[in-house]
């Protein structure tokens, strides 16, 4: 398998469903099918073919890992994860299904496979422990098989009797199947409420893009301010949109946009019109929301 598509697949599968990647995946190989059109493409139009998917950094990196990979793949480990963006998983799974060398790659799936398989809580030497066993010929398609059974059948609420490795697992076969593996308890995100103020300047919208080292760096957004959820709450009953809800990091954003005419340009925000900010890269929330500018402004022109 070429090692420029499994890059790009699985890290868009990084904390996104399979079936979400697909679209994505198959839209960025038609805009960008090399590592070199990858190169020459703009941040912004390479952050526009991941609107959506969220958790930017990682199409940022893959656009700086394209400069560092024009020349090639490396195939050891660590010259793998010297390149920006390209952890301990990614750079086992270009090992293995690019390169088919004798590697698991560790994602959540596997380490409950694995933990469950050894009673073992310690992912480095459940992994140790897998790569022994693996096969010398076509050891990728085990480890891509070990994907596949965490993913349908070695699930939070795991269908035992279906497993081929349930006589081999030392979990199942200790009734202990519940203690692995060790879960950690998640941080509650912070919840934020902010009013989203779309500025309206004759048929084009007031709009800001985010500095570098920011939160949503280089995305476009509309211009938002923290407001309490009391006045949240009565913006909602107000304002002729509907709230939209998103994440990013450790943060649950409550946002709730509303139209605001001005007679002149606002000092600090882009005017744009609505066709100009299709082509721009918005957070997946602003996203929704000029979605909702654009379906609003279609029911005026039938009304």
């Not at 010398?136 to 279906?162: F, M, V, Y």
């Not at 308890?185 to 989203?196: G, I, N």
């Amino acid at each position: 398998m070429d090692p420029y598509r499994v890059l790009i697949s699985e890290v868009m599968l990084q904390q996104t469903r399979a079936d979400v990647v697909v679209p994505y995946f198959e839209r960025w190989m038609r805009l960008f099918p090399t590592v070199q059109a990858l190169k020459e493409a703009p941040l912004e139009k390479v952050l526009k073919a991941w609107e959506g998917l969220g958790y930017y950094s990682r199409a940022r990196n893959l656009h700086k890992a394209a400069e560092a990979l024009s020349n090639g793949f490396p195939r050891t480990y660590s010259e793998l994860m010297a390149i920006r963006g390209i952890g301990p998983y990614t750079a086992n799974a270009i090992e293995s299904f690019a390169f088919h060398k004798k590697v698991i790659a560790m994602d959540v799936n596997v380490k409950r496979v694995l933990s469950r398989y050894f009673a073992l809580n310690c992912t480095k030497e459940a992994k140790n422990l897998a790569e022994e066993q693996l096969a010398k010929s076509k050891p990728q398609e085990i480890a891509e098989g070990l994907i596949e059974l965490g993913a349908r059948i070695c699930t939070k609420k795991p269908t035992c009797s279906n497993c081929p490795l349930a006589g081999g697992c030392k979990a199942f076969n200790q009734g202990s199947i519940s203690l692995f593996p060790l879960l950690k308890k998640r941080k509650k995100s912070e919840e934020l409420f902010l009013e989203t103020i779309i500025y309206q300047y004759k048929n084009r919208f007031g709009v800001q893009q985010r500095k570098k080292g920011e939160l949503f760096a280089d995305l476009f957004l509309f211009y938002e301010k923290k407001t309490t959820k009391k006045n949240f709450d009565e913006l909602c009953q107000r304002t002729g949109f509907k709230k939209v809800i998103a994440t990013a990091t450790c943060y649950r954003f409550k946002l709730i946009p509303r139209l605001e005419v001005v007679d002149a340009p606002i000092e600090g925000l882009e005017f744009l019109t609505l066709d100009e900010c299709l082509k721009r890269p918005f957070t997946s929330g602003h996203k929704r929301i000029l979605h909702q500018l654009l379906t609003y402004f279609e029911r005026e022109k039938t009304a």
